[in-house]
T-cell receptor, first 111, second 114 residues
Framework: GQQVMQIPQYQHVQEGEDFTTYCNSS?????IQWYKQRPGGHPVFLIQ?????EVKKQKRLTFQFGEAKKNSSLHITATQTTDVGTYFC???????????FGSGTQLTVLP | DTGVSQNPRHKITKRGQNVTFRCDPI?????LYWYRQTLGQGPEFLTY????????KSRLLSDRFSAERPKGSFSTLEIQRTEQGDSAMYLC????????????FGEGSWLTVV
């Protein structure tokens, strides 16, 4: 079946530093979604990318979808303590009714 | 709050007992999903409903697991004869029936089997 891998698994940064997480799929994706899960919380939808090479920005967050639609990245500029959490990418599998999630990147921001 | 609601939020049960979780999706959503998440991992798909019809089930969903959505609104997930390996957070999610397939998760139900 489809596999979605994320690196790094953990990242510790000083507040104000940048952060990037990378996502790779074993198959071409029709779209990719990103979610954030705060400690003790549930995944919250951030964004969906559909087009090859697409770049979207949300304030300090920049999301990219690769040209081959098999990889994606999330970059956070000037991290803040509110950015703490685990960031997951997810891609539709099969009939596209189910999402395959990566194992996530856990971000810690040190004040 | 009109988000996805799940209960109970926490359940501790002895091995071999049955447990049931309930999910109330966002009212306008006709798709409902169950996922399972263990510590340090992303959510894993279990099953999916469109209205009252259960259209997909993961191979992860053993015979001890059963899910229903009798009237196309709320859903229940029952685990029979629980095992320690069932300890996890069970997440319900819902979405519109659209190609974008953005799903909205509930806060989850934590299960601990002792």
């Amino acid at each position: 079946g489809q596999q979605v891998m994320q690196i790094p698994q953990y990242q510790h940064v000083q507040e104000g530093e940048d952060f990037t997480t990378y996502c790779n799929s074993s198959t071409t994706l029709s779209n990719i979604q990103w979610y954030k899960q705060r400690p003790g919380g549930h995944p919250v939808f951030l964004i969906q990318l559909v087009k090859s090479g697409e770049v979207k920005k949300q304030k300090r967050l920049t999301f990219q979808f690769g040209e081959a639609k098999k990889n994606s990245s999330l970059h956070i500029t000037a991290t803040q303590t509110t950015d703490v959490g685990t960031y997951f990418c997810a891609g539709p599998e099969g009939s596209a009714r189910q999402l395959t999630f990566g194992s996530g990147t856990q971000l810690t921001v040190l004040p | 709050d009109t988000g996805v609601s799940q209960n109970p939020r926490h359940k501790i049960t002895k091995r071999g007992q049955n447990v049931t979780f309930r999910c109330d999706p966002i009212s306008e959503h006709n798709r409902l999903y169950w996922y399972r998440q263990t510590l340090g991992q992303g959510p894993e798909f279990l099953t999916y409903f469109q209205n009252e019809a259960q259209l997909e089930k993961s191979r992860l969903l053993s015979d001890r697991f059963s899910a229903e959505r009798p009237k196309g609104s709320f859903s229940t997930l029952e685990i029979q004869r629980t095992e320690q390996g069932d300890s996890a957070m069970y997440l319900c999610a819902s979405s519109f029936n659209s190609p974008g397939n953005t799903i909205y998760f509930g806060e989850g139900s934590w299960l601990t089997v002792v």
